[in-house]
């Protein structure tokens, strides 16, 4: 059995701990390289070492993962233990009950790539602890914060979040998250954004076809990451919660001639919510975690349907390769609108 410290983390590793919004992450592992980024990616929520933190999130090098095998060779699993490949050269053992995850990873795998799947990892494991504390949404999608108030967008992949939320930055707004958005429900008809923001990362051949990403004055660094080279671009500054102002829904592709915008029904409007939302099968899990699992999924639909009661919620038609150019003005519009 793996011996802890004071502190609640596995002996005899090095040893990170954050403070996200009132939860404690406390990040270990052998690996110096993967949690020295990590410390950069979770920069604004650094804390001291705590007494028995609520998450444990551990790194293990391990060569030789092969995906076709059930689990990681020589790990021991319990009944609370879910496996779950991310390519041959990663794997995670994640344990809902206990709050607990370990990222295995071969000596070939970019540090970047295993800094994207700890972020995760801890954003799911947060989202389910933020939500059995209150009404806490996680939605796939981005956030924004300008003159005190949020604007969350929703949209499928390859609509653009990542890269507008990076062009924005250019435009007034600070930058909250463009991948886990969590929405808190304050009140009978207020909300607020919890800033969970990741380092942004922009596909080469993404910043190739867009000039204005280029020009954008933030330092760029090219690195391998999952499955492609990126831009990773730090355009984050410290914020705390921001009351949330309104909803818009990114789609992308739409055969408009040009750029639309409309307010949708409240049904179709909590369809596109609940679509968005960060989702968790229970059926697949452990039973001792059912249960969670289960209170989280109900506390995220009810702020969903809060949020189209309370809030606009618009649509955004556009073709991202014809009108990138013109959208961050008509998002900057559309926002002192509200």
Same mark, same amino acid.
């Given at each position: 059995?793996?011996?802890?410290?004071?502190?609640?983390?596995?002996?005899?590793? @090095?040893?990170?701990?954050?403070?996200?919004?009132?939860?404690?992450?406390?990040?270990?592992?052998?690996?110096?390289?993967?949690?020295?980024?990590?410390?950069?990616?979770?920069?604004?929520?650094?804390?001291?070492?705590?007494?028995?933190?609520?998450?444990?999130?551990?790194?293990?090098?391990?060569?030789?993962?092969?995906?076709?095998?059930?689990?990681?060779?020589? *790990?021991?699993? @319990?009944?609370?233990?879910?496996?779950?490949?991310?390519?041959?050269?990663? /794997?995670?053992?994640?344990?809902?009950?206990?709050?607990?995850?370990?990222?295995?990873?071969?000596?070939?795998?970019?540090?970047?790539?295993?800094?994207?799947? #700890?972020?995760?990892?801890?954003?799911?494991?947060?989202?389910?602890?933020?939500?059995?504390?209150?009404?806490?949404?996680?939605?796939?999608?981005?956030?924004?914060?300008?003159?005190?108030?949020?604007? +969350?967008?929703?949209?499928?992949?390859? %609509?653009?979040?990542?890269?507008?939320?990076?062009?924005?930055?250019?435009?007034?707004?600070?930058?909250?998250?463009?991948?886990?958005?969590?929405?808190?429900?304050?009140?009978?008809?207020?909300?607020?954004?919890?800033?969970?923001? =990741?380092?942004?990362?922009?596909?080469?051949?993404?910043?190739?076809?867009?000039?204005? #990403?280029? =020009?954008?004055?933030?330092?760029? %660094? +090219?690195?391998?990451?999952?499955?492609?080279?990126?831009?990773?671009?730090?355009?984050?500054?410290?914020?705390? *919660?921001?009351?949330?102002?309104?909803?818009?829904?990114?789609?992308?592709?739409?055969? *408009?001639?040009?750029?639309?915008?409309?307010?949708?029904?409240? *049904?179709?409007?909590?369809?596109?919510?609940?679509?968005?939302?960060?989702?968790?099968?229970?059926?697949?899990?452990?039973?001792?975690?059912?249960?969670?699992?289960?209170?989280?999924?109900?506390?995220?639909? /009810?702020?969903?349907?809060?949020?189209?009661?309370?809030?606009?919620? =618009?649509? #955004?038609?556009?073709?991202?390769?014809?009108?990138?150019?013109?959208?961050?003005?008509?998002?900057?519009? #559309?926002?002192?609108?509200?």
């Amino acid at each position: 059995m793996t011996q802890s410290t004071q502190d609640g983390c596995p002996a005899g590793a @090095d040893r990170q701990f954050f403070d996200v919004h009132g939860i404690t992450v406390c990040l270990t592992g052998s690996h110096r390289d993967v949690l020295a980024e990590a410390k950069k990616e979770f920069r604004f929520f650094c804390s001291q070492p705590t007494f028995n933190p609520a998450i444990r999130l551990q790194v293990v090098k391990k060569d030789g993962l092969n995906p076709a095998r059930a689990h990681p060779v020589g *790990t021991d699993l @319990d009944p609370g233990d879910e496996v779950h490949w991310i390519n041959r050269e990663m /794997a995670t053992v994640l344990n809902i009950p206990r709050r607990r995850a370990d990222l295995f990873l071969s000596s070939s795998s970019p540090v970047d790539a295993a800094v994207v799947v #700890l972020f995760g990892i801890a954003g799911f494991l947060l989202s389910l602890n933020l939500s059995l504390q209150d009404r806490v949404a996680s939605f796939h999608g981005a956030s924004w914060e300008k003159d005190g108030k949020a604007l +969350l967008l929703l949209g499928k992949t390859n %609509s653009g979040k990542t890269s507008l939320s990076y062009v924005m930055t250019g435009h007034g707004f600070s930058y909250l998250s463009e991948e886990d958005s969590f929405v808190r429900q304050t009140g009978h008809e207020t909300f607020q954004v919890l800033p969970y923001p =990741r380092r942004i990362r922009i596909a080469e051949a993404v910043m190739a076809l867009q000039p204005a #990403l280029r =020009r954008l004055p933030h330092d760029k %660094s +090219l690195i391998d990451s999952l499955d492609e080279k990126v831009f990773r671009i730090d355009p984050r500054k410290e914020s705390g *919660t921001v009351p949330l102002k309104g909803v818009i829904l990114l789609d992308n592709g739409a055969e *408009t001639p040009a750029i639309s915008i409309e307010r949708v029904s409240k *049904t179709e409007g909590l369809f596109a919510l609940l679509a968005a939302l960060e989702k968790v099968s229970v059926s697949g899990s452990p039973p001792n975690a059912w249960e969670d699992l289960k209170r989280r999924n109900r506390s995220a639909f /009810a702020v969903a349907k809060s949020l189209v009661d309370s809030l606009s919620v =618009r649509r #955004l038609k556009y073709s991202i390769e014809r009108d990138f150019p013109q959208l961050p003005g008509v998002i900057a519009d #559309l926002f002192e609108a509200e």
